[in-house]
């Protein structure tokens, strides 16, 4: 076997080994997955009938460094109880079944995609078909102010890394069409549910740039004129990969600061934090109501 079909080898035995143990700790079999980004964690704290897995105890799953991040793995369901949504009728459905990756590993920790994209691979073999990806980002559209949320129609990677290179899972497709990044229809329905529930959004295409220094006011303005809404040190190779494995994804962004050189303020990761602890209620609110809105289509 040559050197690649050999490092697949190994990636798919480490994914086996994952799932296998996580299995061993829950019969929950979800088809949604969240991601939840920098400062925004709180969200796993929703669930119910809910199992908690600490991913230093999961075989070869990648450890976060970064605070903000807890490394947990929660399976559980959020109810609908208290979370109308009138796209859906009473009693249809009491709860909605959810795999939450409670923080996660930047590029700018490991230097390795391997690793960032792991969990992806591990929630493709848990059977996850939709995926709501987060992060804390920079707005660059003057537009935009901290504690905005930001649906993500599109993305610019200025790191120039791709996590397809060099591998192919079992499961996935890899190929040089690139498919949309983000489901359309999930962007719909998530627009539809914050309208229906009157909370405030944006849209706009999310800059991936590998960190972990705050980009530069000439960087800042060379990615504005590229076409960027926000800018942040995330989210990019997971969706690339859960693309490629078919997973229909979705991406919203919680505009925690102002990008270098829009702002007197200096940036602070403790600014992250700070404001994606103020708009924790709306942005738990969006993504239960969103979590039901698709989950009529699993």
């Known amino acids: 076997m040559s050197a690649s079909g050999n490092r697949q080898q190994a990636l798919a035995n ?6 296998e143990f996580l299995r061993s700790k829950t019969s929950s079999r979800p088809a949604i997955g969240i991601v939840l980004g920098s400062g925004l964690g709180g969200f796993g704290d929703l669930l119910i009938e809910k199992t908690t897995v600490d991913t230093k105890t999961i075989p ?11 490394g947990k793995i929660h399976f559980g369901k959020i109810p609908q109880s208290g979370i ?5 009728a009473d009693g249809k459905k009491k709860s909605a079944e959810l795999l939450v990756f409670q923080g ?20 493709a073999a848990l059977g996850i078909k939709k995926l709501i990806v987060t992060n804390a980002g920079g707005a660059i559209n003057r537009q935009f102010a ?37 489901s359309r229809a999930m962007l719909a329905k998530a627009k539809d549910a914050a309208r229906e529930n009157g909370i405030p959004y944006k849209e706009g295409v999310y800059c991936w740039t590998k960190g972990p220094a ?22 990019v190779p997971e969706v690339i990969v859960a693309a490629e494995y078919g997973i229909e994804v979705l991406g919203i962004s919680c505009i925690t600061n102002l990008a270098t050189g829009l ?36």
């Open 14 to 19: 480490q994914v086996s080994e994952s799932v």
């Open 60 to 70: 070869h799953y990648p450890r976060s460094s970064v605070p903000g991040h807890a």
């Open 84 to 88: 109308p949504y009138s796209g859906i």
């Open 104 to 123: 996660r590993v930047h590029f700018y920790e490991t230097n390795d995609l391997a690793q960032v994209v792991y969990p992806i691979d591990v929630a």
């Open 146 to 182: 901290p504690g905005d949320l930001m649906f993500i129609t599109d993305y610019l990677n200025m790191t120039f890394k791709n996590p397809l290179r060099g591998r192919n899972p079992k499961g996935a497709s890899w190929n040089k069409t690139l498919r949309p990044a983000f």
């Open 214 to 235: 705050y980009e530069s006011a000439a960087e800042i303005q060379m990615i504005d004129k590229l076409g960027a809404d926000a800018v942040g040190m995330s989210t």
């Open 263 to 298: 702002s007197s303020e200096k940036l602070s990761h403790a600014e992250v934090t700070v404001v994606a602890n103020r708009v924790k209620q709306n942005f738990t609110t969006l993504v239960s109501k969103i979590v039901f809105a698709i989950g009529e289509d699993v």
